[in-house]
């Protein structure tokens, strides 16, 4: 998030000199990058998810139709998560 924080500041002494308003782009990017990168965030939304896919439209407990790789309790942090490893087959 340094390279953001350059961008503002360089943006900020070029305002007057730019057709449109960086600072407040570059801001609002450093705000959506930190929460983005925050994985005790990513961690509470993969658990959604799975939750979310295991039940029917109704809430009744279904089975799910993939399988989301959970977070290892423990082992997130916002800088960090450790994520179970799920054998799959490539898309491609």
Known sequence: LGD???????????????PVDYYTVFSELGRALEYEL????EAQAAEKVNAAISHDTS???AA?????????KGLAS??????EYIKGTPLS
């Open 4 to 18: 953001v924080a350059n961008l503002k500041s360089f943006s900020l002494k070029l305002r007057d000199k730019l």
């Open 38 to 41: 925050d994985f005790l965030h």
């Open 78 to 83: 916002t800088r960090v998560m450790v994520m």
């Open 64 to 72: 799910a139709p993939l399988k989301v790789p959970l977070p290892i």
């Open 59 to 61: 809430g009744i407990a």
